[in-house]
């Protein structure tokens, strides 16, 4: 991993997440920091080991930063999964836990088949504040179509707040959407 996106002595989690796209996620949890209500928490729905969530551990300020992983997945490990004040660690189905707060930056790297994503949406992004963001992961890929579909339909399906919501950054298959 390259010095700008992680000091050489801090334990990285293995994960899927390059160094181009980890660094996308850093630079737009800066940008949400700097630009969406300061109440408002960080939320990772796919925690895994907590490569993405330590990056957001690491920029969140004294934000809320929320971890959501039903620990379905081989390998998935709670224990690395970053800790501290106002870190809070959620292992249960996405779409069956009950989330009514502010968000300024969602995170969303779960299941990527396009019913379960929809619902991840569903229940999430409505709590997208002004300024915030939200991070897909395997974004527009042929591997995980259902990602790009879901978000394509949800976005359909609120048509009248679809001039809200701008796609900004890319790289690699992190795609940013931005609440304006
Ligand atoms: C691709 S991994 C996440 C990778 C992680 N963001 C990283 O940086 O390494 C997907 C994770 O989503 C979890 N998961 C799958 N379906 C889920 C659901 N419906 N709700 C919550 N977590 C889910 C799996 O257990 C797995 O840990």
């Known amino acids: ?57 690491q920029e969140r300020q ?19 999964w970053p800790r501290g004040r106002n870190i809070i660690q959620v292992c249960k189905p996405a779409e069956e836990f009950i989330f009514c707060k502010p968000i300024a930056l969602l995170h969303l790297d779960a299941d990527h ?7 991840h949406l569903f229940k999430y992004a409505p709590h997208v504040v002004v300024g915030g963001a939200i991070v897909f992961h395997d974004f527009g890929g042929q591997e995980y179509p259902g990602v790009k579909a ?8 609120v048509a009248s707040r679809s001039r809200h919501w701008q796609k ?7 795609q940013v959407v931005r609440r304006v």
């Open 168 to 174: 900004t950054a890319a790289a690699g298959s992190v």
């Open 113 to 119: 088949t396009e019913p379960v994503v929809r619902e």
């Open 62 to 80: 004294d934000r809320d930063l929320w971890l959501i992983d039903d620990c379905s997945m081989e390998g998935a490990c709670q224990m690395t």
């Open 1 to 57: 991993m390259n010095d700008d996106t992680q000091p050489n002595d801090v334990y990285v989690p293995t994960g899927w997440y390059t160094d181009d796209e980890l660094r996308l996620l850093r630079q737009t949890a800066r940008e949400v920091h700097a630009a969406a209500h300061k109440r408002a928490s960080f939320v990772e729905v796919g925690v895994f080991r907590g490569r993405s969530a330590m990056i957001l551990a």
């Open 150 to 157: 879901a978000w394509e339909y949800w976005l359909n399906q």
